[in-house]
Structures are given as structure tokens and as C-alpha cells.
């Protein structure tokens, strides 16, 4: 049972200590949320793995058709559908689905940033310890209470509180915006059944290329290997010979009658 005065550890610490991605992932989550330490971390760690852990053995037990399983069940749905943890259409494969994310945005811390009422989450830390946040008209001081969807819309200052004043320096001012730190959740696709058919475009495929039959290739081959035919070669005009001139004609004349007097002496011999 241990001392009355001190009480048991709420969380559970990580099976290795030197575990270098867990180590990583702890400490964006430290940064993403503003929180303390690690210690945080893993309250939210045990308080979903206690949800899973239910959830496993309803899933194991409903199928015998006990009404007591169905009971426990609807009451571990409906109890997340309250935290706002899950949507009231969520059975207990959901549960299963469910990560740290998703219970650290329920704290008070988060959804005080988230509302607006401080510039970081590390400031929402600050205001609630302060004792500057109200849920409804009672003060809370604990940044990991864990708020319920009906209280959700009943967080702001304090009535007493200065920052109630527009004008007080620590307060947002009017255009900020914050970024969101839940997860966004995907679309769930859709069943390859329901999907619409596209329009097949129709393709306009090319003419397909006859092969020539062996008979065309057996022409080809027997024109290739023909000896080329003797082309007859082209009569060619005649040349004009030029025009002779007086004095060539007379030469000439002259050298037939020296010709022909030879023949005569030759033949009088």
C-alpha cells in the first residue's frame, strides 16, 4: 500500500533510457506543447495505453454476445466522446488508433493557447499557474487538467484578473492567430468499388506496318542482285568546223596541182 502521505506514481516510465528517436520525439512534443518535462509526456502515455489496453479485451470478450462486454464498451466510447477525445460514430477500433497527440490537446494548457487567450504555450503555462484561467467562474492552476467538450467552450480569465483589460500588455492582441497543434486528420480514401470510372480517352494508334511477304522479298533480292542494263550512248551533234579564209583556200588548191604532177611524172616513168 506504501505511505498515506505520498502517492502512487500516475505514470510509467520508458522501458530503455538511451533510446535515441523516442528521445527526439519527446522533446519536439516538449516544444510543440509547452510543456515541463518528460514526465508529462509520459502520464499521457499511460492514460492512452489504459484506454487501449480496455479496448483490447472488449474486442476479445464481444464476440461471446455478453451484454455486460457491450455495456463496458459503450461506456469507454461514450466516455471519450465526453473528453472529446473521439467522435460519437467511433467504435473500438478507433480507441486503437489513437496516439499521445491526442490526449495532449485536451489539456488546459493547449486548449488555452488554442483559444486565444496567450501568445504561446509556454505563456498559457505561465497565466494558469498564475491563477489568470477560469473554467466557468472556478479557478484552475493545473495546466494538465484535462477538459471536457461541455467545458471547453467555459475557458477565459478570471473575473478579478488584470488581463481582462484590452490595453494590458501580456494580453493577444486582437489580430493573432494561433497555429493549430492538433494533428490534421486525413480524409479516409475511398473503396476501390466506389471510385467513378474514369473516361477512357481512346488512342488513336498508328497504322501497323505490313511485313513484306517472302515472295515480295525474293523480288527484291533477285532486282538488287540484276546486272545493270548497258545504257546506248547518245549521238552527239557535229561540231561546225570554222569558215577557212582566201589565202588557205588558195594554199591548199595549190598543194593538190603539185600533188597530181607528181602522179603524172611517176606514171610517165
Known amino acids: 500500500m506504501g505511505k498515506p502521505k505520498f502517492s502512487r506514481k500516475k505514470y510509467e516510465t520508458p522501458s530503455h533510457p538511451w533510446q535515441e528517436d523516442r528521445i527526439k ?3 519536439e512534443l516538449i516544444k510543440k506543447y509547452g510543456l515541463k518535462n518528460k514526465r508529462e509526456i509520459w502520464k499521457a502515455k499511460t492514460v492512452l495505453k489504459n484506454y487501449r489496453g480496455q479496448a483490447r479485451e472488449l474486442m476479445a470478450k464481444i464476440r461471446g454476445g455478453d451484454p455486460q462486454t457491450k455495456k ?46 496567450a501568445n504561446t ?35 477565459g480569465y478570471i473575473a478579478d ?3 481582462n483589460d484590452v490595453m494590458h500588455p501580456a494580453r493577444p492582441h486582437t489580430d493573432f492567430k494561433t497555429v493549430p497543434v492538433k494533428k490534421e486528420l486525413k ?44 545504257t546506248e550512248p547518245v549521238n552527239e551533234p557535229m561540231k561546225e568546223e570554222p569558215e577557212k579564209t582566201e589565202d588557205e583556200k588558195t594554199k ?9 604532177s607528181e602522179d603524172t611524172k611517176g606514171g610517165g616513168e
Do not use: F
Open 72 to 117: 463496458e464498451s459503450d461506456q469507454l466510447l461514450m466516455h471519450l466522446n465526453k473528453m472529446n477525445i473521439l467522435p460519437p460514430t467511433s467504435n473500438l477500433d478507433d480507441v486503437l488508433a489513437l496516439d499521445t497527440e491526442s490526449i495532449l490537446s485536451r489539456r488546459l494548457q493547449t486548449l488555452t493557447y488554442l483559444k486565444g487567450l
Open 252 to 260: 591548199e588548191e595549190k598543194s593538190k596541182g603539185k600533188d597530181k
Open 161 to 163: 484578473s488584470p488581463l
Open 187 to 230: 480524409e479516409p480514401e475511398k473503396p476501390k468499388e466506389e471510385k467513378e470510372p474514369k473516361e477512357k480517352v481512346e488512342e488513336v494508334k498508328p497504322e501497323a506496318v505490313k511485313e513484306p511477304t517472302k515472295t515480295e522479298e525474293k523480288k527484291t533480292v533477285e532486282k538488287t542482285s540484276a546486272k545493270p542494263q548497258k
Open 25 to 27: 520525439a519527446e522533446n
Open 121 to 155: 504555450p509556454h505563456q498559457a503555462r505561465q497565466l494558469i499557474s498564475h491563477g489568470h484561467i477560469s473554467i466557468g467562474t472556478r479557478k484552475v492552476t493545473v495546466p494538465g487538467y484535462m477538459v471536457t467538450k461541455d467545458e471547453e467552450g467555459e475557458i
